[in-house]
């Protein structure tokens, strides 16, 4: 029975002639419908399309179908989205070397050589997570330590903290690292003890030394990368995810798996910028591909930088920071120059957005070019994280979806009391404001920067605590959603904010039977369950793409 | 009948389930057949997939199909494939102002206003084909009197042979060309008269001073262009084409077109060079895409130049310039290093060689490298114009197609002559001895330096005269080849070298149907009429693609 399911599931998914139509019931299910409630059901009829056919409540009578599945009760809830990913990242740092469970360093030696010869392919050994102090080490690690774990390969190892680098002596050697080489800006060179010559590490800017010298990953790492990104992701209940940034390289690798029958992430991609727009996608966004798979949806752009890094553009100087207010990325003409260019061909802008200063000017800038460009233009402004209370209702006025990604409110809450003081924080992860002012809403993580995880996203949302339940109550709780709302933030609305409503995003009939089997209701479950949710099948197109067992 | 047939047909082209079946009869139908042999038949069924169903001959009973159209007792041939062609270069030439048909400079001002007017969309205004011989001018014209017709864009048009252009103001600007400007090797900067002004008009290596300052075209101007090429070529007959030199941007041109379903045209790419190899298809090539409208076969590298400029490769000095050989345009290591990457990730090389020592080069190093990647490889060298007769036997030994185009010898016979003198034509443009000695060849046109016309192609394959029937009987006469295996080159041999046999350029059961109605058969006409051969209609599979009412 199993087998005889799987071959019709498979053949549902391709262009060919039908083969059965499917019934999977007896499970607990729930979907945000087309008014934005919750529907609550006991079943779904997949047709051979892999669309849903038919939503089942309690006492229907069951569909004549030519294969059953049975759901023993579990929870199902639409697969979820990811309003903001850089997919093939999430790829890259799955297919580097971790190293952030290592307690020595000859534990780290030996788990880096060990990698270095699992993947002989790699011209260069990457990875990140190591920290020294942990270690119980005392002092920097050096390159020569490096080189008696992989010494016929550049290595290169990011500190668990990202602010420091560890090279061997061929990266060393790659990048052009001599004795001469003086410290940069905000960065230090680490020398060996009594002498000028590099150690090894490299401190804070001093990394750019290095990363310069990585050679980016070649066509069959990317294919690699996004075949890893596909199963990080499905793991995680991620059905669809929108790529934040994708360049010509990104989206030709996510071609060939649409070309070889492999793409099962649901990609809404939004170029890195104007050339790769064009190149991509020419005058126009591509149509939907794939059996509605893939899709170059627009523009992303940045506008400022982040908070952490004090780059995020600010209207008064930084709290911790009196002389600085960060600064944009983007000249206001160009900025103008390039949504006008994104209209014209119906290309969606996401305009990265971080400072109170950065959010005033995308929302300025949208709303005197909105004008021109009447229609359902859907633009959007990425992170959309401190903005000035007085701006907030720019939001609804031209229908701006602020796409938000509510870990970020629960990892970077102390270090935005820090930049922003205490007067500040009116706007700051402002969703429950933002939607009780008209706007809308998109969620997603920012995966790599943080994890993908949906599950962490919904609870963050809903409680503004994070895995520790701090702080108790939520951080400035106000501005938390139900879980209603964040269950739609990371499925309906998600789908809008990419233009992909009525084909995935909800399980009524007509969209994609993209579904997730999971432990927990996610609208029931305590905040602790919710955020350990297990996934325990993912499903994309009426197809299982991850099983737990 | 004709609308709903075209409905049928419309539909059939489409992966939704099938309309209906065709019979197309009564016609003068010929194909070459699995063994290489002519096939005469009266007609063809069409399914709903677009392929050929069956083949009709004389006498057979008429098959049962929803609908029926009458050849009228027209030629039908196969869809014509150019094994040869740079497709997007065929679309950007057919875009650009065509003033060969001008007689004075007037008349040029006036046809040059008129196309800046009708082209107000395009920042450069490209051109080609002026003669100031032909306008009795006496002298080039200037960049002044070119300002009078258009001076709101540059301007940049080539003379008819190619070796001169000429700019008006603001291309000189655009170029930065001032007095100051010096005269490159090889070429001259024509000055005003009694001083150092450049006056408009660049001669031979001059002209890459102008050349360097023209933008690339745009994505929707590629777009355009390669519309524009898919009408040039289906108007001549063509089906399918090798594109030589593929690169990124034209990549993602034929896939929009196959995105918006305006792909009708097959292509057989052949990458730019690795890069764009890996960009665009990554570890291997890419599956046949729409239908077996489009995949990346291969690799295309240039080994050497031309016979014109003297680049070709040859193994003693040209006779017309004892001092110089040519030369090679990539080394011997970097050459076998590319063989080896792209035949590791089964990708087919196609190595552009002209002369005598390319072709020795191109042969041996295959040679070397095939021992180590056996199997059905089909190495490819193209043009193989000037080879050395013990050279010869070596197309056949690996399987190396040698991809031909019989207008190059009609067109360059004399000047063949002149760079070779009289003792090194025996292995010349030899295509009968290729064959005789078991080599496979593939016939093309190199369009745009050629004309794409294949009955052109044909009619010099099989008598090597010229369109004013020169030399008469033919240039070395014995390296003609027949009719048949004309026709074949152009089709059957064509596909095979592109490793589409089976897929289309055959009029059999389970072949694409891609064909052709023509008012002459190309088998027994005269050679005068097979070179005025009117294409009447040109189909691709199944669907109407071009008709000359």
Not at 175 to 198: H, M, W, Y
Not at 450 to 462: I, L, R
Request: cysteine-free; overall charge negative.
């Amino acid at each position: 029975m199993k087998l005889k399911l799987i071959a019709a599931l498979l053949a549902a998914t391709m262009a060919t002639p039908a083969l059965a139509d499917v019934l999977i019931d007896n499970v607990e299910g729930l979907t945000i419908d087309e008014n934005g409630k919750v529907l609550r059901f006991t079943g779904i009829v997949v047709d051979d399309q892999g669309k849903v056919a038919k939503v089942l409540q309690r006492g229907d009578k069951k569909p004549q179908t030519d294969y059953r599945e049975d759901g023993k009760g579990r929870v199902m809830i639409p697969g979820l989205i990811d309003a903001h990913a850089h997919v093939m990242g999430v790829g890259i740092a799955a297919l580097t070397l971790d190293l952030s469970d290592t307690n020595s360093l000859a534990e780290a030696l030996e788990k880096i050589r060990k990698f270095a010869a699992d993947n002989e392919a790699r011209p260069w050994i990457l990875g990140r997570g190591w920290n020294q102090e942990k270690w119980g080490l005392g002092r920097f690690p050096t390159a020569a330590e490096l080189d008696s774990a992989v010494a016929d390969r550049p290595v290169y190892l990011e500190r668990v903290d990202g602010h420091a680098g560890w090279a061997n002596s061929m990266a060393l050697k790659a990048a052009g690292i001599t004795t001469a080489t003086k410290n940069p800006d905000g960065g230090r060179v680490e020398r060996l003890a009594g002498s000028q010559v590099p150690s090894g590490v490299f401190v804070d800017n001093a990394t750019r030394l290095m990363e310069t010298a990585i050679p980016a990953p070649r066509p069959n790492e990317r294919d690699l990368a996004f075949a890893e990104a596909q199963k990080v992701l499905h793991r995680l209940g991620i059905t669809a995810a929108a790529d934040m940034g994708t360049s010509i390289e990104d989206w030709q690798a996510y071609r060939r798996a649409g070309d070889n029958g492999s793409l099962t992430l649901r990609i809404m991609a939004y170029a890195g910028g104007p050339q790769n727009m064009e190149l991509i996608a020419g005058s126009r966004p591509t149509p939907w591909l794939y059996d509605d798979k893939l899709r170059m949806n627009g523009i992303k752009l940045y506008l400022d930088g982040a908070l952490g890094s004090r780059g995020a553009w600010l209207k008064q100087p930084y709290s911790d920071d009196p002389k600085n207010t960060g600064l944009p990325l983007t000249a206001p003409a160009q900025l103008r120059n390039i949504l006008v260019r994104a209209a014209q061909g119906n290309f969606q802008p996401a305009i990265h957005a971080i400072g109170d200063a950065a959010n005033a000017e995308a929302l300025n800038a949208i709303g005197e070019i909105a004008e021109s460009f009447p229609g359902d233009r859907r633009w959007r402004i990425e992170h959309a994280q401190i903005v000035d209370p007085a701006d907030l209702p720019k939001f609804a006025k031209d229908g701006i979806i602020a796409s938000m990604q509510p870990v970020h409110q629960t990892s970077d809450r102390l270090m935005a009391e820090a930049r922003l003081g205490p007067n500040r924080l009116d706007g700051a992860y402002a969703w429950n404001t933002i939607l009780q002012l008209g706007g809308k809403l998109a969620f997603g993580s920012d995966a790599p920067v943080e994890s993908a995880d949906p599950f962490a996203g919904m609870a963050a949302a809903s409680t503004r605590m994070d895995a520790d339940g701090q702080p108790f109550g939520g951080w400035r709780p106000q501005d938390r959603v139900t879980r209603e709302q964040a269950l739609a933030g990371f499925t309906s609305d998600a789908a809008y904010a990419g233009f992909a409503e009525g084909r995935f995003g909800r399980l009524l009939p007509g969209e994609r039977a993209d579904f997730v089997l999971v432990d927990h209701d996610p609208l029931l479950a305590t905040p602790a369950d919710l955020r350990a949710t297990k996934v325990l099948e993912t499903w994309v197109g009426g197809r299982k793409v991850y099983d737990a067992d």
